[in-house]
T-cell receptor
Framework: DTGVSQNPRHKITKRGQNVTFRCDPI?????LYWYRQTLGQGPEFLTY????????KSRLLSDRFSAERPKGSFSTLEIQRTEQGDSAMYLC??????????FGQGTRLTVV | DAKTTQPTSMDCAEGRAANLPCNHS???????VYWYRQIHSQGPQYIIH???NNETNEMASLIITEDRKSSTLILPHATLRDTAVYYC???????????FGSGTKLNVKP
């Protein structure tokens, strides 16, 4: 257990539905990252927060995706109008400026 | 961030040393070499990182060539629990993201 908690661990949803995932980082970590991983591939960067500010978003993060970190602590990732191509593992990580990134166990999304 | 090249897969006998190579010929002077691993269905786990000197911790050793264009991660006594995908990443220290490639699938066999 790295101390980064993600919920839920698994989510099955019907195409077109909205889903929201939550990440609780290690408490003193001001940096938070979201990644997406499809089968057989390495994780791909989605977005990055420093405290509550979202400082970078990948082009992978279409307008159906939105991430928030309202008080600089936990973060949520919402996907609207899910598509089958959104099926993947969504990983959250946290760090400080001077530590390596610690990853959570991920949320596995299946869109049917 | 510089790109890395790793073999797709490697086998290692249990109890033997596992040597995982990584090529990063376009690495910049301020980029570090990081290694992470991912055991099936879990999030990536940090192993070790270094700039130009060899590094060792309780998990592994990292050997970086003098020209810094390649490196080797060494697991001194591989166990079955070391079976995982190992990712070599080059990154500016404190930069805000990692770029993972496809990694090396290490199979440790009894």
């Amino acid at each position: 257990d790295t101390g980064v908690s993600q919920n839920p661990r698994h989510k099955i949803t019907k195409r077109g539905q909205n889903v929201t995932f939550r990440c609780d980082p290690i408490s003193e970590h001001n940096r938070l990252y979201w990644y997406r991983q499809t089968l057989g591939q390495g994780p791909e960067f989605l977005t990055y927060f420093q405290n509550e500010a979202q400082l970078e978003k990948s082009r992978l993060l279409s307008d159906r995706f939105s991430a928030e970190r309202p008080k600089g602590s936990f973060s949520t990732l919402e996907i609207q109008r899910t598509e089958q191509g959104d099926s993947a593992m969504y990983l959250c990580a946290s760090s400080t400026m001077n530590t390596e990134a610690f990853f959570g166990q991920g949320t596995r999304l299946t869109v049917v | 961030d510089a790109k890395t090249t790793q073999p797709t897969s490697m086998d290692c006998a249990e109890g033997r040393a596992a040597n995982l190579p990584c090529n990063h010929s376009t690495i910049s002077g301020n980029e570090y070499v990081y290694w992470y691993r991912q055991i099936h269905s879990q999030g990536p786990q940090y192993i070790i990182h270094g700039l130009k000197n060899n590094e060792t911790n309780e998990m592994a050793s990292l050997i970086i060539t003098e020209d810094r264009k390649s490196s080797t991660l060494i697991l001194p006594h591989a166990t079955l629990r070391d079976t995982a995908v190992y990712y070599c990443i080059v990154r500016v220290y404190n930069f805000n993201k990692f770029y993972f490639g496809s990694g090396t699938k290490l199979n440790v066999k009894p």
